[in-house]
């Protein structure tokens, strides 16, 4: 079964950019899923932040967009957030997540990443 | 955006006893992609239900899911000591996906 691992540096500078990587092993990425980041903080609960489809369509969250990027890298298996100009506000846990489609059908976010924790401060 | 409202916020229960918990959204979800997770402390949210009453794999049937539109139910019938922990909606018919504030299933 897939598994997701998400990687990167755990201290941003404020107005740095977060930097984070999502790594799938267990299949491939170039599949009919939606792969997705997804950040937890006790004050906002759960926010969904954006997408990528192995085509490299993306959506993105409207209270992110203009500082969110997520791509998509096939040859490596793996898919990326960028976040940039970011506040003390952004720290929190970020998941990489795996929105299952299965005959056109969605079912849900079925595989999770084990969630990092990215702190802003200087 | 749709809005999940989540209640109660807490919920102190036995073991054994059967657990109800509410999800109401803003506006119809779109095609009923309604789902719910399970989240322990330290660890990532469990898919449980998706498509508002389909069952993920693996998850045991004291588990369902009930709803269309804007109301929605996760039930679970017999608590388990394992089922102790905080539950998440969440509606992903509609860009940006959502998820409600979550309900804390607590020993009473």
């Known amino acids: 079964q897939v598994q997701l691992q998400e990687s990167g540096p755990g201290l941003v500078r404020p107005s740095g950019t977060l930097s984070l990587t999502c790594g799938v092993s267990g299949g491939s990425i170039s599949t009919s899923d939606w792969w997705n980041w997804v950040r937890q903080t006790p004050g906002k609960g759960l926010e969904w932040i954006g997408e990528?489809?192995?085509?490299?369509?993306?959506n993105y969250n409207p209270s992110l967009e203009s500082r969110v990027t997520i791509s998509v890298d096939k040859s490596k298996n793996q898919f990326s957030l960028k976040l940039t100009s970011v506040t003390a506000a952004d720290t929190a846990v970020y998941y990489c997540a795996r929105l299952s489609s299965i005959n056109r059908s969605l079912r849900g976010f079925d595989a999770w990443g084990q969630g990092t924790l990215v702190t802003v401060s200087s | 955006e749709v809005v999940l409202t989540q209640s109660p916020g807490t919920l102190s229960l036995s073991p054994g006893e059967r657990a109800t918990l509410s999800c109401r959204a803003s506006q119809s979800v779109s095609s009923n992609y309604l789902a719910w997770y399970q989240q322990k402390p330290g660890q990532a949210p469990r898919l449980l239900i998706y498509g508002a009453s389909s069952r993920a794999t693996g998850i045991p049937d004291r588990f369902s899911g009930i709803g269309s539109r804007t109301d929605f139910t996760l039930t679970i019938t017999r608590l388990e000591p394992e089922d102790f922990a905080v539950y998440y909606c969440q509606q992903y018919g509609t860009s940006p996906l959502t998820f409600g504030g979550g309900t804390k299933v607590e020993i009473k």
């Open positions: 990528v489809y192995h085509s490299g369509s993306t």
